[in-house]
């Protein structure tokens, strides 16, 4: 069996302009999404639990409502990062002087996340961990500055949208960091974003959802992969 544990990445949403009210978004879960498509030979589809705005906090928090239905073989496809790395811009747009936590820190990412496979592996089931899309940082910046002080966010961000996505990238070293110490596969669906020379067209207007194509993309990679074919 296979479940799946995440933010909306794993969740296969996409965001789309709402007609109703300018500048509004809608979220849809596209049928593109990975834990949609993948359904290895001779098994059930995949178990999506994912949620949008989830962070691993909320993946530790949750996961004891699943582990009676995990059983010892199974493998849990984790992906976490993009929220925990998010911060409250609005309160960033508002002091633009103070000092800004994000909503997980790096060092309580990594504890929880370690704890998170900890559990898993302690019901006999392989943890299998994805990494984490790029953003774009400039729309992302746009997206998030709507109705807000954008020259107050640009400040905090010493001038450089740029900022964004580095901040966003040490997240990601820290689960490629953790696969290794802790000898769990991760499924890189990073490069498959970086090494295009246009991203605009694989992401949605916020710059952090990958739209249908972006997910067809991460699909691709988790099967080509062929680590979700590897026995525990």
């Known amino acids: 069996m296979f479940f799946a544990l995440g933010d909306s990445i794993m969740k296969g949403v996409v965001a789309k302009p709402t007609r109703i009210c300018e500048g509004t978004t809608k979220y849809i879960i596209s049928d593109e999404g990975f834990a949609g498509r ?3 030979a001779g098994s059930a589809p995949v178990r999506n639990h994912a949620r949008l ?8 928090a949750s996961l004891g409502r699943y582990l009676k239905k995990i059983n010892h073989g199974d493998t849990v496809v984790l992906e976490f990062g993009g929220n925990d790395c998010n911060f409250d ?4 747009s508002e002091t633009p002087d103070g000092e800004h936590a994000p909503r997980v820190s790096l060092k309580d990412f990594s504890e929880m996340y370690r704890r998170l496979i900890e559990q898993i592996r302690s019901v006999g089931a392989r943890p299998v961990l994805l990494s984490l899309p790029a953003l774009l940082p400039q729309r992302f910046f ?4 709507r109705g807000l002080n ?5 400040k905090w961000l010493g001038g450089d949208v740029n900022v964004i996505s580095s901040w966003h990238e040490q997240y990601n070293r820290e689960v490629f960091k953790l696969g290794k110490e802790l000898g769990v596969p991760v499924i890189d669906i990073s490069t498959v974003f970086l090494e295009r020379r246009s991203l605009g067209d694989c992401y949605c207007i916020d710059g952090m959802h990958p739209n249908e194509k972006g997910h067809a993309m991460i699909a ?8 979700l074919g590897e026995k525990a």
Do not use: H, M, Y
């Open 38 to 40: 993948i359904s290895p």
């Open 150 to 154: 954008r020259e107050n966010i640009l």
């Open 220 to 227: 691709e990679a988790v099967l080509a992969s062929g680590v």
């Open 142 to 145: 746009d997206f998030v500055s």
């Open 53 to 60: 705005g989830g962070t691993v906090k909320d993946g530790l």
């Open 89 to 92: 811009w609005k309160a960033v």
